[in-house]
């Protein structure tokens, strides 16, 4: 196949039948601002690397395979080792809506090491090189909600709205109202609304997005899951524990299997079931669930990184509550020095929104 000058409409079509799956494991880009996407970013990755070797066989060899290397190393929790090995690619390949999947992969990366300056520059240049190829929408999603969820892990919700609404538009205008991949636009506004406590709003969005996922994809469908998991944490904000219990105890066993046990997107979902039990006094059950969430995220993204700060703040609090004081006081300390390192002002996980 020879490169002409079509090269962005076949990258477009071939990620556009990617991008639309469903997995939600968090969707990935993977799916927790909800969460969501995720079986999901890296399933992308994976995906966008498999239709730019199609697109360009000829210049694929070098970068491509740097590329499936660095998504190996991110897979195994290797996230230093994955930038060195995209930054590599990025010097191997000239054409730019390869650059722009790189540069995306790479943001993402530099994200989940909480270098959010390396992070926002990586995404602010690959949808620049998207921008200016034929039938770019499909693919400036991808950088588009990765921005949106970086604005949102650093509390900026102002930059991230109109982003997500611009996804959401664009979502909406390529595959219409009922379409999964749309179901993902209006659960991450969905979760930026929960974020600013306006959870009447958020409900009815998260409503509106479980509607299409269950006529679309099924009950049981690992997407879905996300919706019962985001619709749990509204119904528990607004006190219906039972309910809340009922959803996210739902949400679990569908989510794992996509997503993998030991995925880091799977503490968030432990976490908020362990906040959960806290608030209803079930405590051991409650311990059980942050250790868990702790040892995952400790794994896959190491002792420091500032997505242990919500499930650090909720295991102190269980201790307190266990009158265990000391190792309370030994895990609020480590909470707050995360807090003060990171400079990251809520303490939420930007996995929380999905691709």
Not at 4 to 29: A, V
Not at 319 to 335: D, G, N
Request: proline fraction near 5%.
């Amino acid at each position: 196949m020879t490169n002409g000058p079509n090269h962005s409409n076949k990258i477009i079509l071939l990620l556009s039948t990617t991008c639309g799956f469903q997995l939600d494991g968090f969707s990935h880009q993977p799916s927790i601002l909800g969460s969501e996407d995720n079986v999901t970013r890296n399933l992308i990755r994976i995906a966008a690397t498999a239709c730019l070797l199609y697109t360009y066989p000829a210049t694929a060899a070098g970068w491509e395979h740097l590329v499936r290397n660095a998504n190996q190393r991110q897979a195994q929790g290797l996230y230093k080792e994955a930038v060195q090995i995209l930054e590599s690619a990025l010097h191997q390949t000239t054409e730019p809506a390869a650059r722009a999947v790189v540069l995306n992969n790479l943001g993402t990366l530099h994200q989940d090491l909480d270098n959010s300056f390396k992070a926002e520059r990586c995404y602010k240049q690959s949808l620049a090189l998207w921008e200016k190829q034929p039938a770019a929408d499909q693919g400036t999603l991808a950088p588009l909600n990765n921005l949106a969820t970086l604005y949102v892990h650093l509390g900026r919700f102002e930059k991230a709205e109109p982003l997500l609404q611009k996804s959401l538009s664009i979502r909406i205008e390529l595959h219409g109202h009922a379409h999964p991949t749309t179901a993902k636009a209006l659960a991450n506004l969905a979760e930026l609304r929960r974020l600013e406590n306006r959870l009447s709003e958020s409900e009815e969005l998260h409503r509106r997005a479980l509607d299409i996922r269950e006529k679309s994809l099924g009950a049981t469908h690992a997407e879905t899951a996300f919706s019962y998991f985001y619709l749990g944490r509204i119904m528990h904000a607004r006190r219906h524990l039972e309910t809340a219990a009922e959803l996210l105890e739902k949400a679990i066993p569908l989510a794992e299997p996509a997503l993998g046990p030991q995925n880091p997107l799977m503490s968030v979902f432990h976490s908020a079931l362990a906040d959960l039990y806290l608030d209803s006094g079930r405590y051991p059950a409650a311990e059980s669930l942050y250790t868990r969430s702790i040892a995952i995220t400790e794994h896959a993204l190491g002792p420091d990184n500032s997505s242990l700060l919500p499930i650090l703040s909720g295991y102190a609090s269980l201790l307190k509550k266990l009158k265990r004081s000391k190792e309370a006081k030994t895990i609020q300390r480590r909470a707050d020095f995360l807090r003060r390192s990171s400079g990251f002002s809520h303490p939420i996980d930007w996995r929380d929104l999905t691709p």
